[in-house]
């Protein structure tokens, strides 16, 4: 298997588990990124964002065994996602939140699956083994 295949798929995985959590555990997911006396609707926008994730694992998990044409619009909405991400995490933090453990790990994910998706997109071949 590629490198940057096995990447995704693990970011698939962690997108499963991470929004299982987030759905199952709301209180306990939203505090890791904010303070522990956070107002109940953080809680409950978190498992709307584990929802979320749920089904975006899903799409990427799905979409890797698809053919280039089909898989490279998956990736270029991901990597506008990781775009996107990164900038409100970043105002999150700076709007109240907290540079917490949880809070690094997914500025650092975002940027390194993002680098990873320019370098897919720029190069396919090192995610997707064209026929022939």
């Not at 909405?77 to 690094?104: E, H, Q, R």
């Amino acid at each position: 298997m590629k490198p940057f295949r096995l990447l995704f798929r693990a970011e698939a995985l962690l997108n499963f588990f991470s929004g299982g959590f987030a759905m199952l555990a709301p209180a306990s997911f939203a505090n890791m990124f904010m303070p522990a006396d956070a107002p109940l609707a953080n809680a409950e926008m978190a498992r709307w964002f584990g929802a979320m994730t749920i089904a975006f694992g899903f799409v990427l998990w799905r979409a890797l065994d698809l053919e280039w044409p089909t898989l490279k619009p998956v990736i270029e909405a991901y990597l506008l996602g990781d775009v996107l991400f990164f900038f409100a995490l970043v105002a999150f933090v700076s709007n109240g939140g907290a540079w917490t453990g949880a809070s690094v790990f997914s500025t650092l994910s975002t940027i390194i699956l993002g680098v990873a998706r320019v370098i897919c997109l720029t190069r396919p071949a090192l995610l997707y083994r064209a026929p022939g």
